[in-house]
């Protein structure tokens, strides 16, 4: 089981090394409306221990007025934060959200599952080393996996998740997880998207997202964050070509132009040749 790191004090110099030292994963949520995103994030928020204790009373006090989840604490509040999203139970805008464990950083992007907020979705996913395609076991593979899967494979997204989640609301069925999972490969495979880790879990109950679940003794691999401890991100865009997309031209005067964007990939100095393409 992830042993998360609890700093109560001590020596703060240390601490920082250690945390400046490990390697950064940056990820997103995806995947329809009501598939149990921000419920994931908040629960490994909760579980990371990455919570201050007035935040834990506020979510306490704000599941109970809510009372989605009847006497259970609601950890999609920990994420949407917008009145608009708390009202109608979505999410709209990305939110960001950053925690650690002993073996890893992480900054996670819960991106909305509504249609016509999929361009927040894909400015999420335009930083990400890994999507987490999450899936409702009682729904199945619908038009949002399906659309946020072909835009993390044209953002050129290589490491995939796919979280069968609400496995408790199907009864951990074996044959449903299998089902969804023929599913979705065949649709990766249709648009050429890179393979992906298929986790039958719960977000809501924990199963899967932490710590093993006793209740899926037919499911013999890692759980989600032991995945996400362990995936390997190798960072070679500074060996590729120089490649920069153009935001903005900068002209304040005829006799100069310049060009602002971020670096994709490559390095740049002084003197170089570059090329410059239309859109």
Not at 36 to 41: E, R, V, Y
Not at 83 to 93: L, M
Not at 94 to 108: P, Q, S
Request: glycine share 8%; with cysteine; proline share 3%.
């Amino acid at each position: 089981m992830t042993r998360f790191i609890e700093f109560t004090g001590g020596d703060v110099a240390a601490y920082l090394t250690a945390q400046e030292n490990k390697d950064l994963l940056r990820f997103i949520t995806c995947g329809s409306v009501d598939d149990g995103k921000s419920t994931l994030i908040g629960r490994m928020l909760y579980e990371a221990k990455m919570l201050f204790e007035d935040q834990l009373s506020a979510l306490e006090a704000d599941s109970k007025k809510m009372g989605t989840q009847g006497g259970n604490l609601d950890f999609a509040l920990l994420v949407d934060g917008l009145a608009a999203e708390r009202e109608q139970g979505i999410t709209i805008d990305v939110a960001y959200r950053a925690f650690t464990t002993d073996k890893r950083k992480f900054i996670v992007a819960d991106t909305p599952g509504h249609e016509q907020y999929t361009r927040n979705m894909a400015t999420g996913a335009s930083t990400a080393d890994l999507a987490v395609i999450l899936i409702d076991a009682r729904k199945g593979v619908l038009t949002q996996t399906r659309r946020h899967t072909y835009i993390c494979t044209l953002l050129g997204i290589r490491n995939l998740v796919v979280a069968v989640n609400k496995m408790d609301l199907v009864g951990y069925d074996r044959a449903v997880f299998e089902a969804i999972e023929r599913d979705y490969r065949e649709f990766a495979k249709s648009i050429g998207a890179a393979e992906a880790t298929v986790i039958p879990l719960s977000a809501l109950t924990g199963d899967n997202v932490i710590a093993r679940a006793t209740n899926m003794p037919w499911y013999h691999g890692a759980t989600l964050m032991a995945h996400l401890e362990t995936v390997p991100v190798d960072d070679d865009t500074q060996e590729q070509a120089f490649r920069l997309p153009v935001q903005w031209v900068n002209r304040p005067d005829q006799n100069f132009r310049g060009f602002s964007g971020t670096i994709v990939s490559g390095i740049v100095k002084p003197g170089d040749e570059i090329k410059a393409l239309p859109s």
